[in-house]
């Protein structure tokens, strides 16, 4: 139900856009977020946006330098990611979680996920 896009090779300091597109699942009531995962760590949460009011939360690694925002009439979830640094290499996956947001970051809460893109920063 989510097919996550956008991931590629920058170099540090460069930009990317993630997109997250929904299907078969109504939207509007879902917390959306993007977790990433390097191998023999645990997945991180670094960003969520909220069902309804849309509030936004992020993790102090990607503060001021990432934006998460979702287009309903598209069924997406975005993450502009600025100023990359060679530890945001990683695999990143979006998330869908049919409640608040309260506890974004724990993965167990999620519903459905993404099948990751890489995103490799790197000169």
């Known amino acids: 139900q989510l097919q996550a896009s956008g991931g590629g090779l920058v170099q540090p300091g460069g930009s990317l856009r993630l997109s997250c597109t929904a299907s078969?699942?109504?939207?509007?009531?879902?917390?959306m977020s993007w977790f990433r995962q390097v191998p023999g760590k645990e997945r991180e949460g670094i960003s969520c946006i909220t069902s309804g009011d849309g509030n936004t939360k992020y993790a102090d690694s990607v503060k001021g330098r990432f934006t998460i925002s979702r287009d309903s009439a598209k069924n997406t979830v975005y993450l502009q990611m600025n100023n990359l640094k060679p530890e945001d290499t990683a695999v990143y996956y979006c998330?869908?979680?049919?409640?608040?947001?309260?506890?974004?970051?724990?993965?167990?809460?999620?519903?459905?996920w993404g099948q990751g893109t890489l995103v490799t920063v790197s000169s």
């Open positions: 078969r699942i109504t939207f509007r009531y879902y917390s």
């Open positions: 998330a869908a979680d049919y409640s608040d947001g309260a506890a974004w970051d724990r993965p167990l809460i999620y519903d459905y």
